[in-house]
């Protein structure tokens, strides 16, 4: 089913929602991008998981970021539902006209749900094959392929009820204050213009590459006249 009553207007307001790690909220950028291309106007927000938000922060066609922090778990009962409940009614009163929700996780069903989006288009993910889930959704994209498809691919196709060009490049955005920050780490430690960046770990082990064979890369490297800079990240 194609949806075209969605006018390119000033004040159109779109949501998306994506709980996951920071990787996946990345490859949800393609997404972004061709919303923002078949709606300039638009306002387009998204719902992450706090941890990540740094991961859009910077993102130029992003307007808001709305964050669910795991810890709110540790808050106690009252205030953890406080909390949702706050974020609910933030999301209520924005009236959007489009929710877009990539997640599959009940919670996003109930989120989008709870907007009161006249549009809200949702993946038909085999394990929600449930008439709650189909309530909460206008309209579900079809997952019987994604399989054989890349992430961004499986992104882009929740893009299939409306009629938008898939724009399938991954952007990553900065603010200039991380590129300041950067360049004074590297001044601080002598690294001049040229260097290779290594990142060897990752919250996941089955990602990452064998140690041993690591360590002889950067040694092969460096051996070579490069100057190696080796990254990590929290969590």
């Given at each position: 089913m194609m949806m075209n009553n969605l006018p390119d207007m000033p004040d159109l307001r779109i949501l998306l929602i994506k709980l996951r790690h920071h990787g996946d909220m990345l490859l949800t950028t393609p997404v972004i991008n061709s919303l923002r291309q078949a709606w300039p106007q638009a306002q387009i927000d998204v719902l992450l998981y706090e941890e990540t938000r740094d991961m859009l922060a910077a993102h130029p066609a992003i307007g808001t970021i709305y964050g669910i922090d795991r810890k709110w778990k540790q808050l106690g009962t009252l205030k953890h539902l406080q909390k949702e409940w706050q974020l609910l009614c933030a999301l209520r009163a924005q009236h959007y006209h489009l929710v877009i929700n990539l997640a599959d996780q009940w919670r996003s069903a109930i989120v989008t749900r709870f907007t009161g989006a006249p549009v809200r288009i949702g993946f038909a993910f085999n394990k929600r094959n449930t008439a709650f889930w189909r309530f909460c959704h206008t309209a579900l994209a079809p997952v019987t392929n994604h399989n054989a498809l890349h992430t961004v691919e499986q992104n882009l196709s929740i893009l299939s009820p409306l009629s938008v060009v898939p724009q399938p490049a991954v952007t990553m955005a900065y603010r200039s204050e991380d590129w300041e920050n950067a360049r004074q780490k590297l001044a601080q430690t002598g690294v001049g213009d040229d260097y290779i960046v290594i990142q060897p770990t990752s919250r996941?082990?089955?990602?990452?590459?064998?140690?041993?064979?690591?360590?002889?890369?950067?040694?092969?490297?460096?051996?070579?006249?490069?100057?190696?800079?080796?990254?990590?990240?929290?969590?």
């Open positions: 996941w082990f089955f990602k990452c590459w064998d140690e041993g064979k690591m360590a002889q890369t950067i040694t092969a490297l460096q051996q070579d006249g490069h100057t190696v800079v080796l990254t990590a990240g929290p969590g």
